[in-house]
């Protein structure tokens, strides 16, 4: 006999109160939250339900190498958004807001925080500059690579959810 596509009911609601206990946010476990086998099938299938041919997905580099790949196999073609020493390697809202204004076909902006390969942290008040650039760009969509959450080397060991 098989589970749930979307995992079994008990373990999507101890999902769900681990959320709630851990970052004080409140999810149904039986329509907004799924399970799946490892990260990189959860970053697939986001991208295949985001995009598809001849979108553009934005990857902020460096970046874990999948990301390219995952984006062509869908049909996407990948814009790296280079990142620098200064900022952290992290998403400079600036760049972002260049780099959205020349690609109208982007579709998803992949945001691994705490960041892979680097470690960095996007800090909150960053995410919130983000997410004002991004709401300029109804087309986008957000995909949070947030796997490495729990791994914080920051001075208060926090990671901000997006």
Known sequence: RYTAVTGTAEL????????????????NPQTEIVVGNGAKQCVYQGLMAA????????????YWPSYPEMALLVG???????????????????????????????????LCNPSNPTGGVHSTELLAEIARVVQKYPQIVILADEIYERLVYTSDGKCTSF
């Open 76 to 110: 996407a073609k990948p814009v790296i958004l280079e990142t620098k020493v200064q900022d952290g390697y992290l998403i400079n809202p600036s760049d972002l807001d260049r780099c959205l204004s020349q690609h109208p076909k982007a579709k998803v902006l992949m």
């Open 51 to 62: 995009c598809g041919e001849g979108d553009e997905v934005i990857i902020p580099a460096p």
């Open 12 to 27: 999507r609601a101890a999902i769900a109160k681990d959320l709630k206990e851990r970052k004080g946010v409140e999810y």
